[in-house]
């Protein structure tokens, strides 16, 4: 069996022109790059929160921020702040928009196109010419899932 990791979409696409694939430290800076569809306000708005959740926006990594997130409206589920309450539920959804739109803009060649062309990997190519067949690839990355 072989696993393509977020790792992978980075690495096989290093070399192509327009936005990398983000891994988890770079993927709010990524994402603030992104144009057109409504996804530059959507970022704005989320690095807004982040930055009044850690005062910091650079360096704070998507499992760390989604995690506390998360963890935060579960919380508030049962446990009511007597000062004015934060509404976890609705940045916890706009992250996971946020997450769905980078996935979509950056393994493709022109986001604006009415037809979806994804950046070619060679090297993603290479790997899966080179399989066995019968040999299972499993693609947890946008990226390898175009390619297989």
Known sequence: ML????????????????????VDRDFLD?????????????AKK???DVWQLYRRT???GLETYYRDLETRA????FAKT??????????????????R??????????????TVEPKVSKIHKNILKKLEPGV???????QAQLVQ
Do not use: C, M
Not at 101 to 114: E, G, K, L, Q, W
């Open 3 to 22: 696993i393509f990791g977020a790792g992978a979409s980075r690495g096989g696409l290093d070399k192509v022109p327009g936005v990398p694939p983000p």
């Open 30 to 42: 990524i994402a603030n790059q992104l144009i057109g569809h409504g996804t530059p306000k959507l």
């Open 46 to 48: 989320v690095l807004n």
């Open 58 to 60: 650079n360096g704070v």
């Open 74 to 77: 579960i919380i508030g589920e």
């Open 82 to 99: 007597a000062n004015q309450p934060k509404d976890w539920r609705r940045r916890q959804k706009e992250l996971e928009e946020l997450i």
């Open 101 to 114: 739109r980078v996935y979509v803009h950056t393994p493709v060649n022109d986001t604006y196109a009415s």
């Open 136 to 142: 299972q690839a499993t693609a947890v990355s946008p």
